[in-house]
């Protein structure tokens, strides 16, 4: 493959927890994300997926700024993203947010937020900024006469699809979709993420897909890391994960997976107990508390993401050699 455009290099972010007492010292730190890497690759759509609290959303967030990590490398092209200045960062990268009401300034009407961007960057006259912003409305599929009116008029489908349009007014190389259509109805949903794609071939998107549905990743991703407690656990493509996947915390997400067909057997991996605290990971794998696999080895020894075939890496000790 290419070059990456985007590298993730053992990214962590810890969060301070102060003490109660009079100095307000650290006294622990959450490790909400705690030594991912990952590539991605110009014009292809990268999923991260994982229980709520994972760390995936906190992952995204970093790539564009909005938090500084703790440590490790986010390079894009090859140059670390911190020596860019935030204004050329934001016209390389951009997110589309959960929320799509929160997300907009209910001040300002949909014109004018499609706008904002432009005008921030000095892009344009007010007329070509006008013009450039019912562009963007028709290739949402938002009509011009709603120029001038506030998110509060519009429903949430026509909320995110205004957040679309914002995200792309600058003609970003990469945007980071943080669960973009897991507040909408399924219909609503289906609608937003064919849009995506759409405008994905029409304007050479890359994208990074963070979700918690795996139904929703599978139809649009290519390539896909799964998340747990901080960690990437099992990252392959669309293919290999949903048909040989081979962490057991991969397996048990399938599994609860609902099929509607009574007579098809769903696969088997029941999870147990609770995810552990991030201000207290376990020792050795993160998983093994929950895993029913777990062997000394698995409390003892963190295993590393390793490739177990052409594309395919696990973080596991047993690589589903024990697993059924």
Do not use: W
Request: one cysteine or more.
């Amino acid at each position: 493959m290419s070059e990456p455009l985007l590298s993730v290099k053992d990214l962590k972010i810890h969060y301070a927890v102060k003490s109660k007492n009079r100095l307000g010292n650290a006294v622990a730190y959450s490790k909400a994300v705690d030594g991912v890497s990952f590539d991605v690759y110009k014009g292809e759509t990268f999923g991260v997926v994982g229980e709520s609290g994972c760390g995936k959303s906190t992952t995204g967030k970093a790539i564009v700024r909005l938090l500084e990590p703790t440590s490790g490398d986010i390079l894009f092209d090859g140059v670390p993203s911190h020596t860019y200045s935030r204004k050329e960062l934001a016209r390389r990268v951009q997110i589309i947010f959960q929320d799509p009401y929160s997300s907009l300034d209910p001040r300002m009407t949909v014109g004018r937020c499609i706008e904002e961007p432009l005008l921030v960057h000095g892009i344009g006259t007010r007329a070509e900024r006008r013009s450039r912003a019912l562009q963007l409305m028709a290739d949402v599929g938002l009509r011009e006469d709603q120029y001038t009116r506030f998110p509060h008029e519009f429903s949430g489908g026509q909320r995110q699809r205004i957040g679309v349009a914002r995200a792309i007014a600058l003609q970003p190389e990469l945007v980071v979709c943080d669960e973009p259509v897991s507040a909408l109805d399924v219909s609503i949903q289906a609608q937003i993420l064919n849009l995506m794609q759409d405008l994905q071939k029409k304007y050479s998107l890359t994208y990074i897909f963070i979700s918690h549905n795996l139904s929703v990743v599978k139809h649009l991703c290519d390539r896909i890391a799964v998340m747990y407690l901080g960690h990437i656990v099992e990252l392959a493509d669309k293919k290999g994960l949903f048909e040989m996947p081979s962490h057991p915390y991969t397996k048990a997400l399938l599994a609860a997976i609902p099929i509607a067909d009574p007579d098809v057997e769903s696969m088997t991996g029941e999870l147990s107990g609770d995810v552990p605290s991030p201000l207290n990971p376990p020792a050795g794998c993160c998983f093994h508390t929950r895993c029913p696999y777990a062997t000394e080895r698995c409390v003892a020894e963190a295993p590393q993401l390793r490739e177990i075939s052409p594309g395919h890496s696990v973080a596991c000790h047993l690589c589903g050699a024990a697993q059924p």
